[in-house]
T-cell receptor
């Protein structure tokens, strides 16, 4: 079974620009979560989507947004990029929450550098 | 106080050693506990998943959860150079999919 895929793997942007990252979950997984990983703060939860609806949101500014499509694929968008947004952005997928399991499987990440 | 505390190391051990990695947490609502392994410039890989207190063994890996002490551990037996990575503990309340992570412990196993 294919794992979580993320595109692009690397991205360099300039301050003030916007960026869109894409995530395809494991086949059959319906929940997609996004995390930001930095050396200083570690892994921090951004938001989680299930059935095209955002169910949970972390403590990030409104410049960070996301969406999920009917095939469970997800995108996240960061507008008006700041230098501090440079990080590894990780997507994780999970099975139907009704099955009572909370295991999350991560993709390889998108490394974003803001200059 | 952070919700999850994890000693960042670095931890350096000889091949074949038993490795003990630990996390403490402050929120008693956490019920599901995970350990991830992350190689440099890769995404985290799920190693162990446990619910509530107790032990779980998988090959050379054993995960322990002590909810009364708010303390979780990961033991690696017969450690190998390929185990060299950052180990992250993570936990969730179970009401949603938000994982709260420790900062990670960098482990090096020397041949």
């Amino acid at each position: 079974k294919a794992g979580v895929t993320q595109t692009p793997r690397y991205l360099i942007k300039t301050r003030g620009q916007q960026v869109t990252l894409s995530c395809s979950p494991i086949s059959g997984h319906r929940s997609v979560s996004w995390y930001q990983q930095t050396p200083g703060q570690g892994l921090q939860f951004l938001f989680e989507y299930f059935s095209e609806t955002q169910r949970n949101k972390g403590n990030f500014p409104g410049r960070f947004s996301g969406r999920q499509f009917s095939n469970s694929r997800s995108e996240m968008n960061v507008s008006t990029l700041e230098l501090g947004d440079s990080a590894l952005y990780l997507c994780a997928s999970s099975r139907d929450p009704g099955q009572g399991t909370y295991e999350q499987y991560f993709g390889p990440g998108t490394r974003l550098t803001v200059t | 106080q952070k919700e999850v505390e994890q000693d960042p190391g670095p931890l350096s051990v000889p091949e074949g050693a038993i490795v003990s990695l630990n996390c403490t947490y402050s929120n008693s609502a956490f019920q599901y506990f995970m350990w991830y392994r992350q190689y440099s410039r890769k995404g985290p890989e799920l190693l162990m998943y446990t619910y509530s207190s107790g032990n779980k063994e998988d090959g050379r890996f054993t995960a322990q959860v002590d909810k009364s002490s708010k303390y979780i551990s990961l033991f690696i037996r017969d450690s190998q150079p390929s185990d060299s990575a950052t180990y992250l503990c993570a936990m969730t309340k179970g009401s949603n999919y938000k994982l709260t992570f420790g900062k990670g412990t960098l482990l090096t196993v020397n041949p």
